[in-house]
């Protein structure tokens, strides 16, 4: 074996306590910067798929104007301020077969619906609640966005134009049952539909509002003839949409918002957030090797006339850091291994035992990821820190004259 | 052969206070020699076997080893002289405490990467100085004398042409001091190694073939 490794590895298991307390400090760390993000990302990931797939990744809309447009105009040699409002008529797809047509060839297409969006309200005798109802077509809708998962009793395949489905909490607001009927209230019509299914999202602004009916029925609440909001788009792969979201606008002439567009701050903050996480984790690690400094330093120390020794039998200074920093390196690597370790096992525990958490997100339990790159960043920056804290004693260590250690007894 | 030329060595400097303990020391140490430095406290003594064996630089002046002024040397050329040509026994035996008698013995050939080449001859080495049956034993399992038999025997594991001795057996008792000088005279008889010991023990540098007395960094005549 190697004189470096050899010696490195007898020093360890001579210093025992120290190299314990090494190992100890470095663990530590790593199983808090493990833990941590792994818990933080098992929450975000989680979000992150619920928003995802609980509408469609991307709407194809009508362009939509900002409102009023006001121009000068001149009759008569005068001048006149006219103002131009846009109707919400003019903002929908008046054909959305045509639009489906153009993009189904578009590659990395899973599904596309249409589908109508307008507030009404739901009375149920004296017990009235505003509502957003979605008119869907099924079971096209169900390749877009899949509300079968969140069913609880019923099924869409009834939501015929008679038809309803409400959520669970909605149900309880207005003391419905499954198969009771319900008056839907537009500001144009109304219209009694029976309840063809409930449902649960888990996310408590869907489950407080929003409720399906058929296009046709939507569309004729909303009195607007055969036209729709949108048309409602699911892609095989969701975090790389915006190519897809360009191929579209350039087959229909739409403007397309995708899921990112509508979670624009949400996905800032997590950025955010790993980015604070990051700079979290490397105080951890600055104070781990802070503390591993310590101990290399009152390790290193008590090996100065050994160093004065192996520089008199012809070891170099380069020779004598190498020690020292390989010392500093297998500690850290110990430290990493067994924080490693405790790091899953606790992940296991806590996702065997998680905590249950406000539903307001739609996510109930906070469970920990395990996540290469996040093993990776503690493995690393343990090193790191591991073999800086060894560096600076065994540079100084290197410097010694051997002359001076080695004459007093 | 080991000849210094007007070796001067200070210590401080012209800030603060320049003590000068080497004063142009001129002298020649024939190969297979074994040659006692002694003199009073403060002298120069182990000052003078630091410079000659390497371990400190002086101000001015000449080394020359068979001839090649080893002053001029650099860090890694320092380094492999140390580890091929010379060896070193000090007052304190310096052993490592985590290693074994044997590897204690093979040191200087592990840092030069010839371990296995020099097993067998660590092993006679070891049962040269008396320690065949200690070859397992760690320093703190050994006595004094034993701990400094050891470090004998690392010294002479490359077949050094000199070794360079401060004070061997300055911590040893009356016995294990004449044990380990006899090994010393009988080394430098049977190996033809040079050897320069640092003494202040009268009565073992009356034994010795050559005797240099060093008084206030000078060489008395």
Known sequence: MNFTIK?????????????????????????????????????????????????PHL????????????????????????????????????????????????????????????????????????????????????????????????????????????????????????????????????????????????????????VYVALSTAQNLSNIGHQVDSVGVKIKDPWHIESIATQITYATGFEVKTWKDDNESLLSEIQSFTYVMFLINLTIMMAVAAGVLGIMIILINSKYKQIGMLKALGVTSKGVMKIFVLE?????????????????????????????????????????????????????????????????????????????????? | MIETIALYKDFGTEETFITHVIKGISVTIQTGEFVSIVGPSGSGKSTFLNLVSTLQKPTSGQILFDNVDITTFKEKELAEFRNQTIGFIFQSHHLFPELTALENVLIPASIATKEPEFTNRARYLLQRVGLEQRENYRPNQLSGGQCQRVAIARALLLKPECIFADEPTGNLDQKSTQEVFELLKELNKELKTTIVMVTHDENLASQVPRTITLIDGRLQT
């Not at chain 1, 490195?8 to 663990?27: R, T, Y």
């Not at chain 1, 959305?96 to 060839?105: A, H, L």
């Not at chain 1, 899953?344 to 290469?372: F, M, R």
């Open chain 1, 7 to 55: 010696l490195a590895l007898k020093h360890i298991l001579s210093s025992k306590i120290q190299s314990l307390l090494v190992i100890s400090a470095v663990a530590l760390g790593v199983l808090v910067i493990i833990f941590i993000p792994a818990i933080n990302d098992g929450f975000y990931n989680e979000l992150l798929d619920k928003t995802i797939n609980t509408s």
């Open chain 1, 59 to 210: 709407n194809i809309e009508r362009y939509e104007d900002t409102g009023e447009i006001t121009t000068l105009k001149v009759i008569d040699d005068k001048w006149f301020l006219n103002k131009d409002k846009t109707t919400l008529k003019d903002r929908r797809i008046q054909s959305y077969p045509s639009v489906i047509k153009n993009i189904k060839d578009i590659e990395g297409i899973m599904g596309a619906s249409p589908i109508v969006v307008n507030s009404g309200t739901l009375i149920n005798g004296e017990k009235k609640l505003n509502v957003q109802y979605n008119g869907v077509l099924y079971p096209e809708h169900q390749d877009v966005v899949d509300i079968n998962k969140d069913l609880v009793i019923g099924s869409y395949k009834k939501l015929n134009p008679d038809g309803i489905a409400i959520s669970r909490k909605i149900a309880e607001k207005l003391r419905l049952e499954y198969n009771d009927t319900v008056v839907l209230a537009t500001s144009d019509s109304s219209k009694t539909l029976k309840v063809v299914a409930l449902y649960d999202s888990g996310f408590v602004s869907k489950d407080n509002s929003t």
């Open chain 1, 328 to 409: 500093g390196f297998l500690l850290s690597f110990f430290g990493a291994l067994v924080g490693s370790i405790l790091a899953t096992l606790l992940i296991h525990y806590y996702n065997s035992n998680p905590i249950p958490i406000s539903e307001n997100y739609g996510v109930t339990d906070l469970k920990g990821v395990y996540k290469l790159s996040i093993y990776l960043q503690g493995i690393i920056l343990a090193f790191f820190s591991g073999c800086f804290a060894a560096f600076i004693p065994s540079y100084f260590a290197s410097k010694i004259d051997p002359a001076e250690v080695l004459k007093s007894t």
